[in-house]
């Protein structure tokens, strides 16, 4: 051994010698495992220990045994040695006319006249290779006495023919996967070893191993004292001279010639099925072999329940592949054109595009690519497009075929003028094409920008690409039908998003929910997800419940399919987010951001950003540090101004900004902002409400009530109801500050009556309302559960978070019903809210009937419970 090196201790696996002590209370224990996997040290552990109550007659087969006389004689002196029979006899000798059924019944009758309980251990069964010697070792199996018990070790399953036993409940079996080290008791070897290594680097040594066992105590041996232990696990493989040499000894070198050629040629496929085999073998019988492997437990693992499909282990793995470059190296490129042909015949692009690559073909790799970069996008694989980018050489980088596939990644990575940049070599490249090929290229270009003009919010883009993209693609086949269907909920999806961000035009819903629905139906999980996750965004005009209903069901579903932490589920976060700073729940909305900023790490668009700025925003805004608030809102507005057109976030990106400078008593750098507006952006009622800020801070009541006047009346556009909250508040404070109380305290009654459904915060956090609604007499609102609650949040504490997921009944209601639905906690009779709503008697009284029966109720106070149980109307305790 070299010098600095200490053997790997055996550590104590409690856990598998209590599951041996179970099974060993069976009449027949069989462990079976591949070489190395620690059966014999199991054993050996477990016979050590100083509570063993059986006695242990021990025998070890030797290699390739064939003689029946050497096998019983060992196994009957064993016997006689655990059972205390030795004593004046003489051990048994062979003789010529030795008789193995009448050797086994004598071993029987040993057994059966032990002075103690015994149990016979038989290790390494597998090398026991006569027919006949399993016979009768199955009989006495099968007939062992009362007390005696029998533990057998073998690398794969023998045809031993204990059935009866096993269907008697005698039978207990111990499989690989039971002795596969975890990852805790892979730290505990290597600190056993002496080894000091990190968490990130012990995850890898074992996903490496699979925790075999021989594979992690040869590891241990090389990371004794090895002056940087980090690198050599990231360097550790089945390549190992340690390792290899044993997976020679104990694995390869025991295989058939025709095994060890296939295993060879199939090395360089991740998996293989039989039919696979053949090709890269040329010879039939293959799928046999493969099944026959994984009986015999030689490192080969199939992967789906027909056992159609295998791999190899890894360490086995890489051994099989160095072994392939040294004894067929010019069968190396051959034998990927080869596999790379099968998996594009069996649509298994990701695969044809590696094996392609790894020929060296490195043209066909490009083309493949980007003939199969769009579908690939769909179903997720953008980072994995990425990677097969790099993997090509530098001589190969320029090749035109790439720059479409580039476009690609830039868009989903945000990098917008990147991305027009290789959509005009794409272009330029598809004009020079063949006209079958030249249709397919220029469909890709305008499904990319299509996603483009998407990212940047431009309207009319999208719709330029969504007729385009409505023509006939090519012919009527299978593949053409497919991309249209493709093509068809891209395109949906993309309109749908960009209608959602151009003021909330109300075709966003039904685009996304259209192109939801065909992705499904296509089969495209990550598109449909797409599609719900921008669905989740486009329910901000919904109320609160609703929205974030929809933002936890595309989450869940994004979550389902490991995509949790996916740029694409970013709009669906930061919505539900954004839901939580609105209502108050500060600490919630930070989480839910954390994991936006999260997804986002690697896209650095400005349109999904600018939302993740806005949102931090407002939330820093609503705990009142301001400072960080005005930071965040110039961050987003520096990214509205790459955006195209108008989107719904724009006034109140700017709106929150002016007022932010005026709290932060920057009143002159918020004039010359508001001076420099465009008439239409000044106009807006979120910019009207800046206004009022400002002139508030300015000491001007009179102009704030001036200025907040057009919002009230209706006359200025707003993107939503939220700015009339904010607007009512704000003429509030003006009131009060010229000391019209009765006229503040009518202000902030009309402010809460609006906040009610959604159980709004946030406004009268902005606003800095707590001294008037404090000043607001309770017996005289008909708010007070929201009052105290709003309160409570001004005041420092947390609010009380309740089911944030309504069932989907609460979507059935109508825009006319939940707006009557506001009303239902208040004072107002039917008349009264008719009034206010402008509609008739009637009107409130179909939509209360309506209401009641939605929401499974038969009167106005159980409706407003049940809707505030669905997170419709607010809840909280009540007013005292």
Same mark, same amino acid.
């Given at each position: 051994?070299?010098?600095?090196?200490?053997?790997?201790?055996?550590?104590?696996?409690?856990?598998?010698?209590?599951?041996?002590?179970?099974?060993?209370?069976?009449?027949?224990?069989?462990?079976?495992?591949?070489?190395?996997?620690?059966?014999?040290?199991?054993?050996?552990?477990?016979?050590?220990?100083?509570?063993?109550?059986?006695?242990?007659?021990?025998?070890?087969?030797?290699?390739?045994?064939?003689?029946?006389?050497?096998?019983?004689?060992?196994?009957?002196?064993?016997?006689?040695?655990?059972?205390?029979?030795?004593?004046?006899?003489?051990?048994?000798?062979?003789?010529?006319?030795?008789?193995?059924?009448?050797?086994?019944?004598?071993?029987?009758?040993?057994?059966?006249?032990?002075?103690?309980?015994?149990?016979?251990?038989?290790?390494?069964?597998?090398?026991?290779?006569?027919?006949?010697?399993?016979?009768?070792?199955?009989?006495?199996?099968?007939?062992?006495?009362?007390?005696?018990?029998?533990?057998?070790?073998?690398?794969?399953?023998?045809?031993?023919?204990?059935?009866?036993?096993?269907?008697?409940?005698?039978?207990?079996?111990?499989?690989?996967?039971?002795?596969?080290?975890?990852?805790?008791?892979?730290?505990?070897?290597?600190?056993?070893?002496?080894?000091?290594?990190?968490?990130?680097?012990?995850?890898?040594?074992?996903?490496?191993?699979?925790?075999?066992?021989?594979?992690?105590?040869?590891?241990?041996?090389?990371?004794?004292?090895?002056?940087?232990?980090?690198?050599?696990?990231?360097?550790?493989?089945?390549?190992?001279?340690?390792?290899?040499?044993?997976?020679?000894?104990?694995?390869?070198?025991?295989?058939?010639?025709?095994?060890?050629?296939?295993?060879?040629?199939?090395?360089?496929?991740?998996?293989?099925?039989?039919?696979?085999?053949?090709?890269?073998?040329?010879?039939?019988?293959?799928?046999?072999?493969?099944?026959?492997?994984?009986?015999?437990?030689?490192?080969?693992?199939?992967?789906?329940?027909?056992?159609?499909?295998?791999?190899?282990?890894?360490?086995?793995?890489?051994?099989?592949?160095?072994?392939?470059?040294?004894?067929?190296?010019?069968?190396?490129?051959?034998?990927?054109?080869?596999?790379?042909?099968?998996?594009?015949?069996?649509?298994?692009?990701?695969?044809?595009?590696?094996?392609?690559?790894?020929?060296?073909?490195?043209?066909?790799?490009?083309?493949?690519?980007?003939?199969?970069?769009?579908?690939?996008?769909?179903?997720?694989?953008?980072?994995?497009?990425?990677?097969?980018?790099?993997?090509?050489?530098?001589?190969?980088?320029?090749?035109?075929?790439?720059?479409?596939?580039?476009?690609?990644?830039?868009?989903?990575?945000?990098?917008?003028?990147?991305?027009?940049?290789?959509?005009?070599?794409?272009?330029?490249?598809?004009?020079?094409?063949?006209?079958?090929?030249?249709?397919?290229?220029?469909?890709?270009?305008?499904?990319?920008?299509?996603?483009?003009?998407?990212?940047?919010?431009?309207?009319?883009?999208?719709?330029?690409?969504?007729?385009?993209?409505?023509?006939?693609?090519?012919?009527?086949?299978?593949?053409?039908?497919?991309?249209?269907?493709?093509?068809?909920?891209?395109?949906?999806?993309?309109?749908?998003?960009?209608?959602?961000?151009?003021?909330?035009?109300?075709?966003?819903?039904?685009?996304?929910?259209?192109?939801?629905?065909?992705?499904?139906?296509?089969?495209?999980?990550?598109?449909?997800?797409?599609?719900?996750?921008?669905?989740?965004?486009?329910?901000?005009?919904?109320?609160?419940?609703?929205?974030?209903?929809?933002?936890?069901?595309?989450?869940?579903?994004?979550?389902?399919?490991?995509?949790?932490?996916?740029?694409?589920?970013?709009?669906?976060?930061?919505?539900?987010?954004?839901?939580?700073?609105?209502?108050?729940?500060?600490?919630?909305?930070?989480?839910?951001?954390?994991?936006?900023?999260?997804?986002?790490?690697?896209?650095?668009?400005?349109?999904?950003?600018?939302?993740?700025?806005?949102?931090?925003?407002?939330?820093?805004?609503?705990?009142?540090?301001?400072?960080?608030?005005?930071?965040?809102?110039?961050?987003?507005?520096?990214?509205?101004?790459?955006?195209?057109?108008?989107?719904?976030?724009?006034?109140?990106?700017?709106?929150?900004?002016?007022?932010?400078?005026?709290?932060?008593?920057?009143?002159?750098?918020?004039?010359?902002?508001?001076?420099?507006?465009?008439?239409?952006?000044?106009?807006?009622?979120?910019?009207?409400?800046?206004?009022?800020?400002?002139?508030?801070?300015?000491?001007?009541? !009179?102009?704030? #009530?001036?200025?907040?006047? *057009? /919002? @009230?009346? &209706?006359?200025? =556009?707003? $993107? +939503?109801?939220?700015?009339?909250?904010?607007?009512?508040?704000?003429?509030?404070?003006?009131?009060?500050?010229?000391?019209?109380?009765?006229?503040?305290?009518?202000?902030?009654?009309?402010?809460?009556?609006?906040?009610?459904?959604?159980?709004?915060?946030?406004?009268?956090?902005?606003?800095?309302?707590?001294?008037?609604?404090?000043?607001?007499?309770?017996?005289?609102?008909?708010? !007070?559960?929201? #009052?105290?609650?709003?309160? *409570? /949040? @001004?005041? &420092?504490?947390? =609010?009380? $978070? +309740?089911?944030?997921?309504?069932?989907?009944?609460?979507?059935?209601?109508?825009?006319?019903?939940?707006?009557?639905?506001?009303?239902?906690?208040?004072?107002?009779?039917?008349?009264?809210?008719?009034?206010?709503?402008?509609?008739?008697?009637?009107?409130?009284?179909?939509?209360?009937?309506?209401?009641?029966?939605?929401?499974?109720?038969?009167?106005?106070?159980?409706?407003?419970?049940?809707?505030?149980?669905?997170?419709?109307?607010?809840?909280?305790?009540?007013?005292?």
């Amino acid at each position: 051994m070299t010098a600095g090196r200490t053997t790997p201790r055996l550590i104590d696996r409690g856990d598998l010698l209590a599951a041996l002590d179970r099974a060993s209370a069976r009449k027949v224990t069989i462990i079976t495992a591949p070489a190395g996997s620690g059966k014999t040290s199991l054993l050996r552990t477990w016979a050590d220990r100083p509570d063993r109550a059986h006695r242990l007659a021990v025998v070890r087969v030797r290699r390739d045994q064939h003689d029946a006389q050497d096998f019983w004689l060992a196994l009957l002196d064993a016997v006689r040695q655990a059972s205390g029979a030795t004593s004046g006899t003489e051990p048994p000798a062979a003789t010529l006319d030795f008789n193995a059924w009448a050797m086994a019944d004598r071993v029987l009758s040993e057994l059966a006249g032990a002075r103690n309980d015994v149990t016979l251990v038989v290790d390494d069964l597998h090398e026991l290779n006569s027919p006949e010697i399993l016979a009768q070792l199955t009989r006495l199996l099968t007939n062992l006495p009362p007390g005696v018990h029998a533990v057998l070790t073998t690398r794969h399953d023998l045809r031993l023919g204990l059935h009866q036993l096993r269907l008697a409940g005698e039978l207990a079996e111990i499989r690989a996967a039971d002795l596969r080290f975890t990852e805790r008791e892979t730290r505990e070897l290597l600190a056993a070893s002496g080894v000091a290594l990190s968490e990130a680097g012990t995850a890898l040594l074992h996903q490496r191993t699979e925790g075999w066992a021989a594979g992690l105590r040869l590891a241990a041996l090389s990371l004794a004292g090895h002056p940087d232990p980090e690198r050599f696990v990231q360097e550790f493989s089945g390549t190992s001279r340690t390792v290899a040499e044993y997976l020679l000894a104990e694995m390869l070198d025991r295989q058939p010639g025709d095994t060890r050629d296939l295993l060879l040629r199939t090395a360089l496929l991740d998996r293989v099925n039989g039919e696979l085999a053949d090709l890269l073998t040329g010879r039939p019988g293959s799928e046999r072999i493969l099944l026959e492997l994984e009986d015999a437990n030689a490192f080969v693992v199939s992967l789906d329940p027909g056992r159609t499909w295998f791999r190899y282990h890894h360490l086995f793995a890489d051994l099989l592949r160095l072994e392939l470059r040294r004894a067929l190296p010019e069968h190396v490129p051959a034998l990927h054109r080869r596999a790379a042909e099968w998996f594009g015949q069996h649509g298994e692009a990701l695969d044809a595009i590696r094996h392609t690559q790894a020929a060296g073909d490195w043209h066909d790799a490009a083309r493949l690519l980007a003939d199969h970069s769009f579908s690939l996008t769909l179903d997720g694989y953008a980072q994995t497009i990425q990677a097969l980018v790099r993997a090509f050489p530098l001589s190969a980088g320029a090749d035109p075929e790439l720059a479409l596939v580039r476009a690609g990644g830039d868009l989903v990575q945000g990098r917008l003028d990147e991305a027009s940049a290789h959509l005009a070599v794409a272009e330029t490249y598809a004009g020079t094409a063949p006209p079958g090929r030249r249709r397919r290229l220029e469909v890709a270009i305008a499904a990319l920008k299509l996603s483009l003009a998407r990212r940047r919010g431009y309207l009319a883009g999208v719709v330029e690409q969504v007729r385009f993209l409505a023509s006939p693609v090519s012919g009527p086949s299978d593949e053409d039908i497919a991309l249209g269907s493709d093509l068809r909920a891209v395109a949906l999806m993309n309109l749908g998003t960009v209608e959602a961000w151009s003021l909330g035009l109300p075709d966003a819903e039904r685009h996304l929910r259209e192109g939801a629905a065909l992705a499904r139906r296509i089969g495209r999980p990550y598109l449909e997800v797409s599609c719900l996750a921008q669905l989740g965004f486009a329910s901000k005009i919904r109320p609160f419940g609703v929205a974030q209903r929809r933002c936890r069901e595309a989450i869940a579903a994004a979550e389902r399919h490991g995509w949790g932490t996916e740029p694409m589920i970013a709009p669906a976060l930061l919505t539900l987010a954004g839901t939580m700073v609105w209502t108050g729940e500060f600490d919630e909305a930070e989480r839910w951001l954390r994991r936006a900023a999260q997804a986002l790490q690697a896209d650095t668009g400005p349109d999904i950003r600018l939302l993740l700025h806005q949102t931090t925003g407002i939330l820093q805004a609503g705990r009142g540090r301001h400072r960080e608030a005005l930071e965040e809102f110039t961050a987003a507005g520096l990214l509205q101004s790459r955006l195209e057109g108008s989107h719904a976030l724009a006034g109140q990106v700017t709106g929150w900004t002016l007022a932010t400078q005026a709290r932060l008593g920057r009143t002159g750098a918020a004039r010359a902002a508001l001076a420099a507006l465009a008439d239409e952006m000044a106009g807006s009622g979120e910019v009207r409400n800046a206004r009022a800020v400002i002139c508030l801070a300015e000491g001007d009541p !009179a102009g704030a #009530l001036d200025a907040v006047r *057009d /919002v @009230l009346d &209706g006359a200025a =556009p707003v $993107i +939503g109801y939220v700015t009339v909250v904010e607007a009512q508040l704000l003429a509030g404070l003006a009131h009060r500050a010229l000391g019209d109380q009765r006229a503040a305290n009518r202000a902030a009654e009309r402010a809460m009556a609006l906040a009610e459904a959604d159980r709004l915060v946030l406004p009268f956090a902005m606003t800095g309302s707590r001294e008037l609604l404090e000043a607001l007499p309770r017996h005289q609102t008909a708010h !007070a559960a929201l #009052l105290t609650g709003i309160l *409570d /949040v @001004l005041r &420092g504490e947390s =609010p009380a $978070i +309740g089911n944030q997921s309504p069932p989907s009944a609460a979507d059935e209601l109508s825009p006319g019903e939940l707006r009557v639905l506001r009303y239902l906690p208040t004072n107002l009779s039917r008349p009264e809210i008719a009034t206010v709503l402008s509609v008739s008697v009637n009107t409130v009284g179909t939509h209360i009937r309506s209401i009641y029966a939605k929401l499974g109720v038969r009167d106005r106070s159980s409706a407003v419970q049940r809707a505030r149980e669905l997170r419709l109307l607010a809840g909280g305790r009540l007013g005292t």
